[in-house]
């Protein structure tokens, strides 16, 4: 099954009120024409509270890695798994570390998106070679991997779970931090990283040019895995609803539904009326649903006739 098209869906519902008040008189005719002609194949059911949101799971069972809610899927290691300049992956746990603003409040330490510090390759080199050496103080040890995002190696890593940076952009950080029973030795890093940033000549160049400064890190995706699993194709992943949903902006999502409609779920559902197979899996907030092309009893098709199965009578699961 892991060979046949597999679209798989964010945030494709929310319990957010914004959400659901664009989801009022949305119509979605080739979702609706593509579940008419899918088969079930389970609900992952889950909670708002999950370190690691449905999307990140269901990806997770695509490609065979451990999909659990509490956060330890190793992605990283998965990703260094990946690099052929990656000898020692197997034997090792990994993160990846994103550079990030905190805002801190009264009340609440809120996480911006990363995306908005405009980080560049040379920018983010520039601060690793800063951070690096107290890290390695520690015995972690970061490389550069994307402009937003270094990967990280060393034993704090190994089975701790970490919340998606999906879960924490826009939302207070305290709840979404590691246990620090677990990890209190990046907790101690968080400290010491914004009393060095914090008047330090890289920010204060960012200051200069109107940009806010980098003053906290993000852990996600921690761990080992020393059997990865076999490659498999990877599923088409349109991030236009989990973006929109994210920034809060929900007329730009009720937007990217009607894009995504008319576009990847159309061309699914000509493909699956043509008699081809295909997957289907749907996220939200909460939980996933998912739907592969399968042989139907007689009784089946009837139902599907007269009580097609459509993304109205779905999405409250999510």
């Excluded at 519902?13 to 079930?40: I, V, Y």
């Excluded at 603003?101 to 510090?117: C, E, F, K, N, S």
């Excluded at 009720?254 to 990847?264: F, H």
């Amino acid at each position: 099954m892991s060979d046949m098209p597999h679209l798989l869906i964010p945030l494709a519902a929310s319990p957010a009120q914004g959400c659901q008040q664009a989801l009022e008189g949305l119509e979605l005719p080739q979702l609706d024409r593509l579940l008419a002609r899918l088969s079930s194949t389970g609900l992952d059911a889950g909670a708002e509270t999950d370190f690691a949101p449905p999307h990140e799971r269901a990806l997770a069972r695509h490609h065979g890695l451990p999909a659990t809610s509490e956060g330890t899927t190793p992605w990283a290691a998965w990703h260094q798994h990946q690099q052929v300049s990656a000898p020692h992956a197997a034997t090792s746990a990994w993160a990846f570390i994103t550079p990030c603003h905190w805002q801190v409040g009264a009340d609440h330490v809120t996480l911006g998106d990363p995306a908005r510090l405009q980080l560049d390759e040379a920018a983010s080199r520039a601060l690793l070679a800063i951070v690096a050496p107290w890290f390695a103080e520690d015995g972690i040890t970061l490389a550069y991997d994307q402009p937003t995002r270094w990967v990280a190696q060393g034993a704090v890593f190994n089975n701790l779970p970490t919340a998606s940076l999906d879960r924490v952009i826009q939302r207070d950080v305290r709840a979404w931090m590691p246990d620090p029973a677990r990890a209190r030795l990046l907790h101690r890093l968080h400290s010491e990283m914004q009393m060095l940033l914090y008047t330090h000549p890289f920010n204060d160049a960012r200051a200069a040019q109107g940009l806010p400064p980098v003053n906290a890190f993000w852990v996600h995706g921690a761990g080992a895995l020393p059997q990865p699993p076999a490659p498999v194709p990877a599923p088409e992943m349109p991030t236009t609803l989990l973006d929109a949903a994210l920034r809060e902006d929900w007329h730009a999502w009720r937007q990217a539904w009607a894009a995504l409609d008319a576009g990847p779920v159309a061309r699914l559902a000509a493909h699956v009326a043509g008699g081809g197979a295909a997957r289907l899996t749907l996220c939200g907030e909460r939980g996933a649903q998912s739907w592969h092309t399968a042989p139907r009893s007689l009784g089946q098709r009837i139902q599907s006739l007269f009580k097609p199965q459509r993304f109205s009578s779905v999405r409250e699961q999510l």
